[in-house]
């Protein structure tokens, strides 16, 4: 294999981050991000600063616009707030979000309603104490939007409830439960239900009530789709119960796919829903507008359907 020429990246090459540069010159990513805007208010030896330069130089690092935003930062640090740190999903938002904040060159602080509470973050933004903040949408999250917008400081709302506020990013149910219904067509199913979501997603009690209830209806359905894959853990299990095969006498289809998906019995076919990516684009939205700027953003990049083993053609 012949070498990349100087100078030039290969074609799989992957983008320098201002993480990368900063391991290279041996300093905290937020001195990176200081030297790259030309804070003022940054104070280093002349030396620190050269090996930072020449770390830049080496790496062919090249900030970009959201790099550049983080010059009118106060602190260097974006808040983030999820209901359930045990919740798969939001531990991959959060994963997705710290990555972006990162190469941004800021942290990241989390919490959740284990901790001090939702409260205390935004008495923190309010104070000037973190920049801006991110909030996972739980049942109650919406409770303390009202204060968020009198902050004068940005937030966001990663709303798995469907997008509701001024300020939000979501996922794309829309083209989840299309691809979902798309699946189940190509099967041969032409009678296809949709169990009813919660507000703020499924739980193990929630899938079992709803297909229990979809059961004494009596539905003609031969698929039915469930919105995530911990309300489908309730569903079979209430199928389950009354002796209802999966995928013989009824095929069933999650949306936002989770690893426990792969190790259930049968295997549940779910679609996949990007959640990192969820996380990243809350943080890089976050820094690059203002508080007064309505955001409504859908996510749709990764979005797939993972097919296993507990859809099949009708009976």
């Not at 970009?64 to 983080?70: D, E, K, M, T, V």
């Not at 209830?213 to 299990?237: E, H, K, M, N, W």
């Not at 684009?281 to 507990?310: F, H, I, K, N, Q």
Request: hydrophobic share 40%; net charge positive; proline share 7%.
């Amino acid at each position: 294999m012949s070498p990349t020429a100087p100078g030039r990246r290969g074609p799989r090459a992957r983008r320098v981050t201002l993480a990368d540069v900063a391991a290279r010159a041996h300093v905290d990513p937020s001195v990176v991000s200081k030297v790259v805007s030309g804070d003022p208010s940054l104070r280093i030896r002349p030396e620190t600063r050269r090996r930072v330069l020449a770390a830049i130089r080496d790496t062919g690092y090249r900030p970009n616009a959201l790099a550049r935003s983080l010059r009118s930062a106060r602190s260097g640090m974006l808040g983030m707030f999820v209901p359930d740190f045990t919740d798969a999903a939001s531990a991959r938002i959060v994963a997705g979000a710290e990555t972006a904040a990162a190469e941004l060159g800021m942290l990241l602080v989390t919490g959740s309603n284990t901790g001090p509470g939702l409260r205390r973050y935004v008495e923190l933004l309010g104070r000037g104490r973190i920049d801006g903040l991110l909030l996972v949408r739980d049942e109650q999250g919406s409770g303390v939007l009202g204060e968020l917008e009198r902050s004068g400081v940005p937030w966001l709302l990663l709303d798995l409830a469907g997008g509701q506020a001024r300020r939000h990013v979501v996922p794309d149910d829309e083209r989840a439960a299309a691809l979902a219904v798309t699946h189940l067509r190509s099967l041969g199913h032409r009678r296809i239900a949709q169990l009813p979501a919660r507000r703020a997603g499924g739980t193990h009690g929630h899938g079992a009530t709803a297909m229990r209830a979809f059961l004494r209806r009596g539905s003609q359905a031969t698929a039915v789709i469930v919105p995530d894959v911990v309300a489908a853990t309730g569903a079979l299990a209430a199928l389950r119960a009354v002796g209802r095969s999966v995928p013989g006498d009824l095929s069933v289809v999650a949306l936002r796919d989770l690893p426990p998906a792969a190790d259930l019995t049968p295997p549940l076919t779910a679609v996949r829903t990007p959640f990192g990516d969820l996380g990243r684009r809350g943080v890089e939205l976050l820094v690059r507008t203002g508080a007064d700027r309505p955001v409504a953003e859908v996510v749709s990049t990764g979005v797939r359907l993972v097919e296993r083993g507990s859809t099949g053609p009708p009976r």
